[in-house]
């Protein structure tokens, strides 16, 4: 053989296994990112309040993206268990909800600013927009909270904390977080009434005025009566004479519309404007809540959000 066919050969060889190791090294590549979900933070079961395990919870398509802007594949508002460092995790024991919030260096949050005259904002709706429960728990010395629900029926529950930490990176800043639980038993679905302008309860008819539209700040005016008439007898309730919270059909993403006035003595009525932000479209069902005389009266309708 030649001095010409030799370094002929050893050029080619030198080729052949450098293409050799490049489909090796990618076929490796393939195989480590194979079956990698990139939609879903994989973790450990946390622990739960008071290092209960929470191995065997059921935390459903819980998120690991913040609020804010409209569902477009991320988490929708209010989905997330995790947001800016804090993490929601709880457990539900019968009708008793107890959880933590975990902040950013890793230690349980005991510390929060106060919004709408409350530390901790607890909510609770099944999956079919059903339910709704709205409490203010207490907290142990320790930062584990407790929820005392009314009686759940079977079926799959979201439960949202809506608070301002007062400590770490994100220190007065307004956060919901949430987790799903399960109700063990035979649920029977209730279906979603039809879009409305007016409902009643406990003798009052509720009426929405407004046309917002997703993604977009507007204007929803809330007006109450009674046998016709306007009522004007509204009592002061979390700093104003109303609130009201809404849910999106389907995913259960989460938006509190805030009051445009503030309570300022008894007698506020019977018009109550509200600035809405709904991200999505689609439809809502709306939770308003007002007291008279001493008494919290919930009203729900479903309103429905063009694009």
């Known amino acids: 053989m030649t001095r010409n066919t030799r370094t002929h050969s050893r050029t080619l060889a030198a080729v052949a296994a450098a293409a050799v190791l490049t489909l090796t090294l990618a076929a490796c590549g393939s195989e480590s ?12 079961a946390p622990s739960g309040p008071s290092g209960h395990d929470m191995a065997g919870m059921s935390h459903g398509p819980d998120g690991m993206s913040g609020m804010g802007g409209a569902s477009t ?7 997330a268990a995790e947001q800016g460092g804090y993490r929601l995790d709880g457990r539900l024991s019968g009708t008793e909800y107890r959880f933590t919030v975990t902040g950013p260096d890793g230690a349980v949050l005991t510390q929060y600013q106060p919004e709408q005259t409350k530390q901790m904002h607890f909510y609770a709706i099944r999956s079919d927009l059903s339910g ?14 407790t929820a005392p629900l009314a009686a759940l029926e079977p ?9 301002v930490p007062g400590t770490g990176a994100g220190a007065g800043t307004g956060l919901v977080l949430s987790r799903t639980a399960n109700v063990p038993g035979a649920a029977t679905a209730v279906p979603l009434p039809p879009a409305a302008a007016s409902t009643t309860v406990d003798g009052y008819t509720v009426t929405v005025a407004g046309a917002p539209k997703a993604g977009k700040a507007g204007e929803l005016t809330v007006t109450v009566s009674k046998d016709g008439q306007p009522v004007t007898d509204l009592q002061p309730y979390l700093e104003t004479y109303a609130h009201l919270t809404a849910f999106h059909a389907g995913d259960q993403a989460f938006a509190h519309l805030h009051p445009e006035t503030r309570a300022t003595g008894a007698g506020g009525g019977p018009t109550l404007p509200f600035h809405a932000e709904l991200p999505a479209p689609g439809d809502w069902r709306l939770f ?13 309708l479903t309103l429905n959000v063009a694009a």
């Open 33 to 44: 990112m194979a079956g990698m979900d990139h939609g879903k933070s994989a973790s450990a």
């Open 73 to 79: 594949g991320a988490t929708a508002p209010g989905l």
């Open 155 to 163: 079926g799959d529950w979201r439960m949202y904390t809506s608070f």
């Open 288 to 300: 308003l809540q007002f007291q008279t005389g001493g008494t919290l009266h919930t009203a729900a």
């Open 132 to 145: 709704f429960q709205h409490l203010h728990p207490t907290m142990a010395p320790d930062g584990t909270w």
